[in-house]
């Protein structure tokens, strides 16, 4: 399919984001961004004398990259506000930006973008991206001029590539993709593996007149394949597929399937298929794991509020070429023309009727999923009831308690953290959305949100007696690392009474049928009254007495855990006089 020209971006585009592996003999450097406290021509040498601009900050990184010593280098921007955006227009030269409707943040390889600083971090691990909103736009608010793409990547040279902890928004393309448009030049590709990959990205408010509302992927070489993880899709529109994100392959085929891992889908649209995702030609191919669509939808006669798929020759052999594959995923509430039913939730009628050589759903894997008007992809695994989120109102996509979608979600596709998307270096561990264990006793939940109670400290998925306990056998200050002292709940490097709080405010979260705490107390010979004796102790006493009546309750309570080792004599004696 035609897609848009890239004459005049190329001569105004600005690069963006790629990375190599990292490697022990890697020499990185790193550029510093802060559009707040930065200064137009600064060095970018550290947050002292950062950068003001973006595109000012990648055409430094571009210069490091020139230097022999840098293998690598990677640019760290500081948190931005909604009325004062990074854009895709505005540098040194022109501060109130250019209304060039080409200009974009370009891919590169080598050069790697970081969002969610404060300004004062040392190591990318002590970033937020969830709290320091890091915001990518294509509308200027001094011009109110929006350009085509956000992201633009028109592939030549590419290693693998990642832009992480960033909101990607105000594309307005008249074509395709207006939050990114990824796609790839064949005769002029040379050696490696171009896989760009997004993660803890935010793709919101974007828009294209045809294909792509959020992300456009044309696939013009098989072997690139855009990865996302950990990303959010919403509110983007498209004027026929794809709202959160299209695909097509229509050149060459073959082995260059898109990638979301952990991702949630809420709010896009598409005119004619794929509220979501879309999938177009005959070749597609596409990996869906963990993810969660709700209320995404088409046009009044769209097919495909969830998912499309669009096969370019309908019933023919090479149609099957193409597949899709589904796992641990919810999709609900999406619609289409046709309502709410399965159909709407993934269709494969997009552009042609279905294909049904030799089973209308060969092309599509659907396993340990859950899908609105479950019908033709019935199987043991998959199921059709409603998912029970938290409150869809509250945008709080979280299971809650009587979930059916808990514990029944495949680990396949979860093998590890191989992106390092919380920068911890632990390429082990499996995450959810919200960088929560993903696995829980060998088994993972359906969506992008493993179910999860506040005040769960030893991610059993229950708040009972273990919890309090450990929350007092850990009371004061944690020991380094703040992750070794279990009752940290709200890891601040302090276990006090915000932490014994919410575990009293969550008691029973995840249990079917929880015993009450009076219960959990009276079979320890506490009262009500015993227990407000103590609750009042550690909530006004002076430090000294909330230490000793924090020791004392660890020793009423170890009553309920015959393993739990001696215990340490407390500084003072029982205040209740009863043990």
Known sequence: ????????????????????????????DIVYVDHVAGTPFASGGDWGDAIQYLRDGLARANVQLALPVFDEVEVWVVASDEQDPYVTDQDANNPLGTADRDAAFVLQDRIRLYGGFVGEETDRVERDPDSNKTILSAVSELTAVGSNHVLFADIKLWEDCVVSGFTITGGDSDSDGGGALLTTLPPFFIGGTPVPVFTRCHFRDNQAARFGGGVASVIRFPVFQPVFVNCRFTGNSAGSAGGA??????????????????????????????????????????????????????????????????????????????????????????????????????????????????????????????????????????IGSDPLFVSTAS????????????????????????????????????????????????????????????????????????????????????????????GDVNQDGDVDFFDLLTVLTNWGCGEPDPDSLETVLASIGLSTSDWNTLIDCIENGTQAEQENCVCWLEHYLAECVPSCPNLPDCPDGDPLSKH
């Open 1 to 28: 399919m035609a897609m848009l020209s890239n004459r005049k971006a190329a001569q105004a585009v600005v690069v963006v984001a790629c990375v190599m592996p990292s490697s022990a003999w890697a020499q990185v």
């Open 245 to 382: 994100h299209y695909y097509s392959n229509p050149v060459m085929g073959g082995a260059a399937p898109n990638e979301f891992y952990n991702c949630l889908f809420v709010g896009n649209y598409a005119e004619d298929g794929g509220g979501a995702l879309a999938f177009d030609d005959d070749r597609f191919q596409g990996f869906v794991y963990g993810c969660t669509f709700f209320d995404n939808e088409t046009g009044a006669s769209g097919f495909g509020g969830g998912i499309s798929i669009g096969l370019s020759t309908p019933c023919s052999p090479s149609s099957q070429l193409g597949f899709l594959s589904i796992f641990s995923s919810i999709f609900w509430a999406n619609s289409d023309s046709e309502g709410t039913d399965e159909s709407a939730q993934i269709s494969d009628r997009f552009g042609n009727a279905p294909c049904s050589i030799p089973d209308p759903h060969a092309d599509v894997n659907l396993d340990h999923c859950c899908i609105q008007g479950l019908d033709s992809y019935t199987r043991p695994s998959n």
């Open 395 to 486: 945008d709080d996509y979280r299971l809650s308690d009587h979930s059916p979608c808990r514990d029944r979600g495949s680990i396949a596709g979860f093998a590890g953290d191989v992106w390092d998307i919380d920068d911890d270096d632990d390429l082990d561990e499996r995450l959810d959305f919200a960088l929560r264990n993903r696995v829980v006793a060998a088994v993972a939940d359906m969506g992008c949100l493993e179910f999860f109670c506040f005040g769960d400290t030893n991610d059993d998925a229950v708040v009972d007696f273990v919890d309090l306990l450990n929350v007092v056998s850990t009371w004061g200050t944690c020991p380094t690392p703040p992750m070794a002292c279990l």
